[in-house]
Nanobody, 119 residues
Framework: VQLQASGGGLVQAGGSLSLSCILSGDTSNNVLGWFRQAPGRDRDFVAAISRSSSTAYADSVKGRFTISRDNAKNTAYLQMNSLKPEDTAVYYC???????????????WGQGTQVTVCS
């Protein structure tokens, strides 16, 4: 199983970015999640989505971030709007078979993509 995340970059506060995560290999991993880790901090849950598009969000991103997926492309997306400097982090995507929730016990992890929000 491989997860390929992309779409990070540098944006000003209030701006938007869209991240993508492509799942290859065992596509029966039905839940795709996004996590982030800022320098010197623990990795935090951001959002997750099941194959049937049930979703979960961290309170800190509700109303600003939207997770979606295209099952035909085995791809999950994270649309990030109204970005704040505190959203700056390396964003990781992950996959597991079941369970849309905030836990970090995912089976597979992709490489991170850097998101930097400047004020």
């Amino acid at each position: 199983v491989q997860l390929q995340a992309s779409g990070g970059g540098l944006v000003q506060a209030g701006g938007s970015l869209s991240l993508s995560c492509i799942l290859s290999g065992d596509t029966s991993n039905n839940v795709l999640g996004w996590f982030r880790q800022a320098p010197g901090r623990d990795r935090d849950f951001v959002a997750a989505i099941s194959r049937s598009s049930s979703t979960a969000y961290a309170d800190s991103v509700k109303g600003r971030f939207t997770i979606s997926r295209d099952n035909a492309k085995n791809t999950a997306y994270l649309q990030m709007n109204s970005l704040k400097p505190e959203d700056t982090a390396v964003y990781y995507c992950a996959a597991r078979r079941a369970g849309v929730g905030i836990s970090q016990d995912y089976d597979y992890w992709g490489q991170g993509t850097q998101v930097t929000v400047c004020s």
